[in-house]
């Protein structure tokens, strides 16, 4: 079961599930991919990015292989057969169910909101604590998404009130993720996440490839989604595994 960094043999494997491929695919592009290593015969790849180590797989094949070369620990974003695989050769806790979503089309509201960038680093990162105690802030921030990617939110008295953005943005990819929605605890119910979130899939026009991930367990985010036209594409988990002892 070899590596390769033949980006046109990953890319085509890819490509078969692009929805579920999408950070994948993003990870082709530059400055990604020297982050990234995969292995075949079916796929997975380790990525080391801002001291984590993520674990993505399609199939199972090339699982065994792959932990033998993580950092532990390893986040995991893996389907059901993969997460049993993991299982049995490292500890796995902290599961999560997970679904991710694919954007289909639709038509989207036009609302007032303002554009982010480097400069709204402290704002969001303000907003995001918000979550903190609750278990509701996003994962995954990091200040040069916003620089790379589509970021939008609201402000009202001097803070924001909500915003939305991008996991990742690879337009030489076709490929886009949805992610760090977030609204203040204090200001929901009045449809300001699903304002920034519209505001973000249309700066991503043209992209072929659109997903994003929810909890499962989420129904009143995954209804906005759904509203704005995202549909159900595969549950899967996100979880962390540590090498087994003894």
């Known amino acids: 079961m070899p590596q390769t960094t033949d980006s046109h043999e990953i890319r085509s494997i890819l490509r078969r599930d692009p929805v579920w491929g999408v950070y994948a ?7 990604m991919f020297e982050h990234t290593q995969w292995f075949t015969p079916d796929l997975s790849l380790v990525l080391r990015l801002h001291d ?7 199939g199972t094949r090339s699982i065994r292989e792959a932990l033998d ?15 049993n695989e993991v ?16 954007w289909r089309g639709a038509d989207l509201p036009a609302v007032a909101v303002t554009a982010l960038a480097e400069r ?27 620089s790379a990617g589509a970021f939008f939110g609201i402000y009202e008295d001097g803070r924001l009130s909500a915003a939305a953005g991008t996991h990742l943005l690879a337009r030489e990819e076709h490929a886009a ?20 979130t519209a505001a973000v899939v249309r700066a991503l026009d043209g992209i072929e490839t659109i997903g994003l991930n929810v909890r499962a367990d989420n129904a009143a985010a995954i209804r906005v989604y759904e509203s704005l036209g995202f549909v159900r594409h595969c549950p899967f988990f996100e979880g962390l595994a540590v090498a087994k002892t003894g």
């Open 177 to 196: 993720a949805v992610g760090n929605v977030y609204t203040r605890r204090d200001c929901r119910g009045r449809g300001l996440g699903r304002a920034v």
């Open 69 to 83: 070369h993580v950092t532990w620990p390893v986040h995991l974003q893996v389907q059901d057969d993969a997460l």
């Open 87 to 102: 299982a049995r050769h490292a500890t796995v806790t902290d599961v999560r169910a997970m679904l991710r979503m694919a």
């Open 25 to 31: 695919l993003g990870d082709l592009a530059p400055p």
């Open 52 to 58: 984590t180590t993520i674990l993505f797989a399609m």
């Open 120 to 146: 709204d680093v402290p704002a969001l990162r303000e907003l995001f604590a918000d979550g903190v105690s609750t278990g509701e802030a996003p994962d995954f921030f990091h200040p040069s998404m916003v």
